[in-house]
């Protein structure tokens, strides 16, 4: 079984950087696309940017330019680095991980951020 633990979330001033980890752990296999999600209170759960193994990224429009996605396969860990946080980028985070034909969450990790 794979597990996938987010890290770095917390409360942040509008204008401000937050970076997001997600570590994969457990009976490792080869990981194939991630991706960053978020949901905020009374809304669905979006997508935030995704990347491929090979390191092809895609984003939403909301975070275009303020986001960036990587990762590390050696350190099997995924990252969002957030800039120029906006209020509307409050959400709980949570990242994803496919793998063969199935794929695994995270259990999130609140990003606050006040205007």
């Known amino acids: 079984q794979v597990q996938l633990a987010e890290y770095g979330g917390g409360s942040v001033q509008a204008g401000g950087s937050l970076r997001l980890s997600c570590a994969v752990s457990g009976r490792i296999v080869r990981i194939g696309a991630m991706g960053w999600y978020r949901q905020a209170p009374g809304k669905q759960r979006e997508l935030v940017a995704t990347i491929t193994s090979a390191g092809s990224s895609n984003y939403a429009d909301s975070v275009k330019g303020r986001f960036t996605i990587s990762r590390d396969n050696a350190k099997n860990t995924l990252y969002l680095q957030m800039n120029s946080l906006k209020f509307e980028d409050t959400a709980v985070y949570y990242c994803?991980?496919?793998?063969?034909?199935?794929?695994?969450w995270g259990q999130g990790t609140q990003v606050t951020v006040s205007s």
């Open positions: 994803h991980g496919a793998y063969g034909d199935s794929g695994s």
